[in-house]
């Protein structure tokens, strides 16, 4: 199975800054929006960010608003979370994902390509 490849997580200290960043294989075709959403110990996967195929369109979830900033580099075939003020309850397992095709939403059943995660943990 040919996956998206994220890194960049790690330890920090809440209000501190992390990004992560997401390789995006060619062989992943009709992509249409790029996402990215995060696990918790003992919950349920969620929605982070999303961005849109021409990158105009953000989406965000509540939660992260004003701290975290998706991103994309056509060029370098790569997709970023830019993480600012983070938190405790930032900490989780996250993912980067691909809706393709002609899926909508911005639900995790939306998208149907996904990396292995990165963990990012928050100290404090």
């Known amino acids: 199975q040919v996956e998206l490849v994220e890194s960049g997580g790690g330890l920090v200290q809440t209000g501190g ?20 959403f995060r696990q918790a110990l003992g919950r349920e996967r969620e929605f982070v960010a999303a961005i849109s195929w021409s ?10 608003k004003g701290r975290f900033t998706i991103s994309r580099d056509d060029a370098k075939k790569m997709v970023y979370l830019q993480m600012n003020s983070v ?4 900490t989780a397992v996250y993912y980067c ?12 059943m939306n998208f149907s390509s996904w990396g292995q995660g990165t963990q990012v943990t928050v100290s404090s």
């Open 17 to 36: 800054s992390l990004r992560l960043s997401c390789v995006v294989p060619e062989s992943i075709s009709r992509i249409n929006a790029m996402g990215w």
């Open 55 to 64: 990158g105009r369109r953000q989406y965000y979830a509540d939660s992260v």
């Open 87 to 90: 938190k405790p309850e930032d």
């Open 97 to 108: 994902a691909a809706r393709r095709g002609y899926e909508l939403g911005l639900a995790e």
